[in-house]
Nanobody, 123 residues
Framework: EVQLVESGGGSVQAGGSLRLSCAVS????????IGWFRQAPGKEREGVSC????????YYADSVKGRFTISSDNAKNTVFLQMNSLKPEDTAVYYC????????????????WGQGTQVTVSS
């Protein structure tokens, strides 16, 4: 059974940092692209950062470039999203997702999803 479990969300003040984790199981971690997505109330789910299975293709949304970093620990089948200089507009539920064949960082193309973790940034 494919499982993705996010953790690390919480409430921080603007300018603060959080590190999200996505623990994956049930599939060959090295063969899948992993993405981080977020959805704020009343808004569509958007791609935040994605990394292909080889690590060669890396995507960051313009709104998070220079502030967020995606990384992985293949030995632990875990993907991280380090979020620095957080802003109130980063407030959302953050999801990690996986796909076998990666084209680009769109939620419509990712088939396996975690349950999400809430990130709240106050001003």
């Amino acid at each position: 059974e494919v499982q993705l479990v996010e953790s690390g969300g919480g409430s921080v003040q603007a300018g603060g940092s959080l590190r999200l984790s996505c623990a994956v199981s049930g599939f060959a971690f090295d063969d899948y692209a992993i993405g981080w997505f977020r959805q704020a109330p009343g808004k569509e789910r958007e791609g935040v950062s994605c990394v292909s299975s080889s690590g060669e293709s890396l995507y960051y949304a313009d709104s998070v470039k220079g502030r967020f970093t995606i990384s992985s620990d293949n030995a632990k089948n875990t993907v991280f999203l380090q979020m620095n200089s957080l802003k109130p507009e980063d407030t959302a539920v953050y999801y990690c997702a996986a796909v076998f064949k990666y084209y680009y960082c769109s939620s419509y193309l990712f088939g396996s999803w975690g349950q999400g973790t809430q990130v709240t940034v106050s001003s």
